[in-house]
């Protein structure tokens, strides 16, 4: 099995920046691509960011410009690096990894979350 281990959460003033580290471990054969989700209280969970293998890269429209997604293969790990961060940005942030066991078995798996509150 894959475990996904996230960090870099925590409390930051508008304007401010974090930056959110995501570690798989376990069983990988391949980690075909990973992301950032966020959810709001009361709101469903929505794509922030996500890079494939081949290095292409999706942001959420309200992100774009303002984050960045990359990743380090060696390590297994995906970063987002947060700026320019707004009140609305204020959510549980969950890595995701589509990765695969074997060549021909793949499925999803989720971090436990990390909490970034951007407040004045």
Do not use: H
Not at 51 to 66: E, F, L, P, Q, W
């Amino acid at each position: 099995q894959v475990q996904l281990v996230e960090s870099g959460g925590g409390l930051v003033q508008p304007g401010g920046s974090l930056r959110l580290s995501c570690a798989a471990s376990g069983t990988i054969f391949s980690i075909n691509a990973m992301g950032w989700y966020r959810q709001a209280p009361g709101k469903q969970r929505e794509l922030v960011a996500a890079i494939t293998s081949g290095g292409r890269i999706n942001y959420a429209d309200s992100v774009k410009g303002r984050f960045i997604i990359s990743r380090d293969n060696a390590k297994n790990t995906v970063y987002l690096q947060m700026n320019s961060l707004k009140p609305e940005d204020t959510a549980v942030y969950y890595c995701n990894a589509d990765a695969g066991s074997a060549w021909y078995r793949s499925r999803n798996y989720w971090g436990q979350g990390t909490q970034v509150t951007v407040s004045s």
